[in-house]
């Protein structure tokens, strides 16, 4: 039921969040338009269908719609901005911590939550400094935030989102080799691990609706 409202509700938000992404990848084509419109939709219905009528929900859903619009533009131009990573490491803590009142073990999921992110983040900066060519900044700002709501479903749910996303990027990035005939090229990392995020979620997420 939570999930054939989510439905609708996911296509209005991402029809209306299509344009933020023109500063970046230029003007928006009604298809383009549509696409985002029909994957956010699928997120919300994905998200409503396994988390349910959950506290933790409203934070799923802003990370399926921010999430969405970063994905589509860092495939179009291999960017993550700012405008939608920096806002995120206020929003998700504060919709994660209205959630932890109403939730079992709500404290411990927020402290567990942070943890995560500054794990993650580090991770990832470090790899930034040890191989600039491997990722980007961009991709190590989101890390942090998808690493808030990885440690918020606790250490496994953590390790595999880290594992399916690493596991993704390779196969992309052999796919490219082959396609291309060549080991040189950037590719868009931010898809894989906003993939592997919402794997991670969608099996360590108790499902209620």
Do not use: N
Not at 130 to 142: E, F, Q, R, T, Y
Not at 170 to 184: C, D, E, Q, T, Y
Not at 187 to 198: R, V, Y
Request: glycine share 14%; net charge positive; hydrophobic share 60%.
């Amino acid at each position: 039921m939570v999930a054939l409202v989510l439905v609708p509700v996911g296509l209005v938000v991402g029809l209306l969040a299509a344009p933020l992404a023109a500063p970046y990848v230029g003007d928006v084509p009604r298809r383009h338009r549509v696409v985002l419109g029909l994957v956010t939709a699928a997120l919300f219905g994905v998200l409503g269908w396994r988390v349910g009528f959950e506290p933790v929900l409203p934070a799923l859903l802003y990370l399926a719609a921010v999430g969405t619009l970063l994905g589509f533009i860092d495939v179009g131009v291999k960017r993550l901005p700012d405008r939608f990573t920096l806002p995120s490491y206020g929003i998700a803590p504060a919709l994660l911590a209205a959630a932890a009142p109403f939730t079992e073990d709500g404290l411990q999921r927020c402290e567990h939550a942070l943890v995560g992110m500054a794990a993650l983040f580090a991770l990832y900066f470090a790899q930034a400094l040890a191989v600039p060519s491997g990722i980007g900044l961009g991709d190590v700002k989101l890390s942090g935030v998808l690493g808030l709501y990885l440690g918020w479903f606790g250490q496994d749910a953590w390790v595999v989102g880290l594992l399916v996303t690493y596991l993704l990027g390779g196969l992309v990035a052999v796919g490219i080799m082959i396609v291309r005939r060549s080991r040189k090229g950037e590719f868009p990392f931010g898809p894989s691990m906003l993939a592997g995020a919402l794997v991670a979620v969608l099996s360590f997420a108790a499902a209620t609706g």
